[in-house]
């Protein structure tokens, strides 16, 4: 007889999400006229670049063509956009990273998802808290965990955000084998300098722990002094995955292409003691279970690092950061406070004293906005909410004129 595997019956039962997408579902449904403004989700609502959109077409019509047509590609993604995403995003900032470094993917939330798979079912794992939930539920499934209680996965390590460590927790004081990171943080908004970074590399090196470091959000750093890369730290090269997105920079949600980056000095122990070099496993796992990204997905990510490409795009997240700014300072003037927002598209709202789901259901049902419970990225989340900056200037401004008379 067929069964489960029973990791999964230690999961909620549905994705903070799906929890989120049905409550705004029964208000709609009890609200027809009511237009709900989203600033939940972080899913981007302005066109793509033209650039990209030029490559697209191009893409297309190449296609079409028996000389140009194009089947199956290499599964760890084409050289062209391989090499591009070296140059631009690492060689250029005195990184080496090469595109034998660099896998192409359908999206980070599968890589960071996915990346756990290589590594035995004993190691032990630490997570943020306030955390996206990827990095928990996938380790969950795996085995890593014993059962939920009080709000956290027991076997887990949680490193936790406060105010008072500016939601950029320490390394952990036990030793740890794999260590997740997140900066510009997702939900926090929180960055983390150069000084900080450097802590987690140190502790990584000398504890023989690996760091997976998620930076989806990087497009939105603006800060000269701020890092862009984990690479940028030394001996990072040594102990660390990077995890990188176009669905942010660039606005690809809709399109679906990311990468990550594992470089050649990162390697790994097997049970005999043997050393691998973790980008050979990753490899053999891309290359198994994943055909690659569409070739006309590729060649408008590409487009990205055209100059032209890089001026809009640039464009494209000043202006969601310019959200971020309306929001801020919307949330500052009824007397609450906020973090975040500032090189990143999230904005951490201090609740006043409320539990998160009880705001974000005040808001949602006397202001037609939606937010996300900071709950639902963990214990350390209750009592905030995160406004996304994701959705278009008219409806962010009153988003937040809606906000300031319902909380008045």
């Not at 909620?12 to 208000?27: C, M, P």
């Not at 391989?82 to 140059?87: L, T, Y």
């Not at 955390?131 to 209680?149: C, E, I, L």
């Not at 980008?279 to 990204?293: C, E, I, Q, V, Y």
Request: aromatic share 10%.
């Amino acid at each position: 007889m067929i069964t489960i595997n029973e990791h999964y019956r230690k999961l909620n039962k549905s994705y903070l999400f799906v929890d989120i997408a049905k409550r705004v579902r029964e208000f709609q449904d009890a609200h027809p006229d009511t237009e709900v403004i989203k600033l939940g989700i972080g899913d981007v609502t302005r066109p793509l670049p033209p650039a990209a959109v030029r490559a697209l077409h191009d893409a297309a019509d190449e296609m079409a063509r028996p000389d140009t047509f194009r089947g199956y590609g290499p599964e760890q993604g084409y050289d062209f956009l391989r090499e591009a995403i070296a140059e631009h995003d690492f060689r250029s900032r005195g990184v080496n990273i090469t595109a034998d470094d660099i896998f192409v993917s359908d999206g980070s939330k599968c890589d960071t998802g996915n990346f756990q798979e290589l590594f035995a079912q004993a190691q032990t794992v630490a997570v943020p808290d306030p955390v996206y939930p990827v990095y928990v539920d996938t380790n969950v499934m795996a085995g890593r965990t014993g059962a939920f209680s009080d709000g956290r996965y027991e076997g887990l390590v949680y490193m936790e955000g406060t105010r008072e460590n500016g939601f950029v927790p320490p390394p952990p004081e036990q030793d740890v084998d794999l260590l997740y990171l997140c900066f510009p943080n997702n939900p926090t908004g929180a960055t983390a300098t150069r000084e900080q970074l450097a802590r987690y590399v140190d502790y990584a090196r000398e504890r023989g722990a690996l760091i997976l470091f998620d930076a989806a959000y990087v497009a939105f750093i603006r800060d000269p002094d701020l890092p862009q890369s984990i690479y940028e730290i030394p001996g990072a090269e040594t102990c660390a995955v990077e995890f990188r997105s176009f669905s942010k920079t660039a606005g690809f949600t809709g399109l679906r292409c990311a990468f990550t980056v594992v470089p050649e000095r990162v390697e790994v122990r097997d049970a005999d003691g043997g050393m691998h070099r973790l980008r050979d496993l990753w490899s053999r796992r891309h290359t198994t279970k994943f055909n690659g990204a569409s070739f006309p997905v590729q060649r408008a990510a590409a487009a990205v690092y055209s100059p032209e490409g890089q001026t809009q795009i640039r464009e494209l997240n000043d202006g969601y950061l310019e959200n971020a700014r309306i929001i801020r300072e919307g949330i500052a003037s009824i007397g609450l406070t906020s973090f975040g927002g500032v090189n990143s598209p999230y904005v951490w709202v201090d609740a006043g004293g409320h539990p998160s789901w009880e705001l974000f259901d005040r808001l949602l049902n006397s202001a037609g906005v939606v937010t996300t419970p900071g709950a639902g990225f963990g214990p350390a989340g209750e009592g905030f909410i995160r406004i996304s900056a994701f959705n278009d200037r008219e409806k962010v401004v009153t988003a937040m004129d809606r906000i300031r008379s319902a909380l008045a």
